[in-house]
T-cell receptor, first 112, second 114 residues
C-alpha cells in the first residue's frame, strides 16, 4: 500500500512565525503535491513537484514556498504565517504514468 | 483552465435510499475523472476513476459513476446507501498529458441517517 505521511496532524502557530510542513511518501513516486482544504472550497493546489529540486506553482501559491531535496520528501513552507493561512493542508503523491493521487492524513494548521 | 462544479453541498438521506451526486466539469478536451471520499477523521481515498472506455465505471463499496461527455458530467451513484457512507465526496478532473495535479470540486457532504 502507498503510504503518505505528514509530520503533524495538528499545529498551532503565531502570526509571523515560519512554519514547515513535511510530507514523506514511500512508493518512489515522481509527483508530489500540496493542497489546502477549506469548507465550501474543496481542495486547492498550492504547489507541486515533478522531480527532485523541481517545483511548479499551483493555483494559490502566494505566501507559500516548497522544497524537494529528496524524491520521497516534499516540504511546504509558510515564510511568515498569517491568520488567513489557517486551514487543513493535504499532501499527495502520484507516479509519473498515473494520475491517481494518494493522500496523506492532513495537517490542521491554526495561526493565531 | 479546468473547473469542477458540485451543485449539492449537503445531502441528507435515510439508509437504503438511492444516491446521486452531481459533478460537472468545464474543459474542452479529453479528461480523466475521479471521485474521492473523505470519511470523518480519515484521509481522502479514491472511490473510482475514469480514464477511457466504458463510460459506466464501478468503484469500491458499491459506488458507480457515469461519464456523459455531451453533458460534461460524471455523476456518482449508489442504489442503497448505508450509515457508513456518511462522508464528504469530491469530484476531480485533470487532462491526460497536461498538468498532473487535480482540479477539485467544492465537495458534497453526505449525511446518512439510520
Amino acid at each position: 500500500d502507498v503510504k503518505v505521511t505528514q509530520s503533524s496532524r495538528y499545529l498551532v502557530k503565531r502570526t509571523g512565525e515560519k512554519v514547515f510542513l513535511e510530507c514523506v511518501q514511500d512508493m518512489d513516486h515522481e509527483n508530489m503535491f500540496w493542497y489546502r482544504q477549506d469548507p465550501g472550497l474543496g481542495l486547492r493546489l498550492i504547489y507541486f513537484s515533478y522531480d527532485v529540486k523541481m517545483k511548479e506553482k499551483g493555483d494559490i501559491p502566494e505566501g507559500y514556498s516548497v522544497s524537494r531535496e529528496k524524491k520521497e520528501r516534499f516540504s511546504l513552507i509558510l515564510e511568515s504565517a498569517s491568520t488567513n493561512q489557517t486551514s487543513m493542508y493535504l499532501c499527495a503523491s502520484s507516479s509519473g504514468g498515473s494520475n491517481e493521487q494518494f493522500f496523506g492524513p492532513g495537517t490542521r494548521l491554526t495561526v493565531l | 483552465a479546468q473547473s469542477v462544479s458540485q451543485h449539492n453541498h449537503h445531502v441528507i438521506l435515510s439508509e437504503a435510499a438511492s444516491l446521486e451526486l452531481g459533478c460537472n466539469y468545464s474543459y474542452g478536451g479529453t479528461v480523466n475523472l475521479f471521485w474521492y471520499v473523505q470519511y470523518p477523521g480519515q484521509h481522502l481515498q479514491l472511490l473510482l476513476k475514469y480514464f477511457s472506455g466504458d463510460p459506466l465505471v464501478k468503484g469500491i463499496k458499491g459506488f458507480e459513476a457515469e461519464f456523459i461527455k455531451s453533458k460534461f458530467s460524471f455523476n456518482l451513484r449508489k442504489p442503497s446507501v448505508q450509515w457508513s457512507d456518511t462522508a464528504e465526496y469530491f469530484c476531480a478532473v485533470n487532462a491526460p498529458g497536461g498538468r498532473r495535479a487535480l482540479t477539485f470540486g467544492s465537495g458534497t457532504r453526505l449525511q446518512v441517517q439510520p
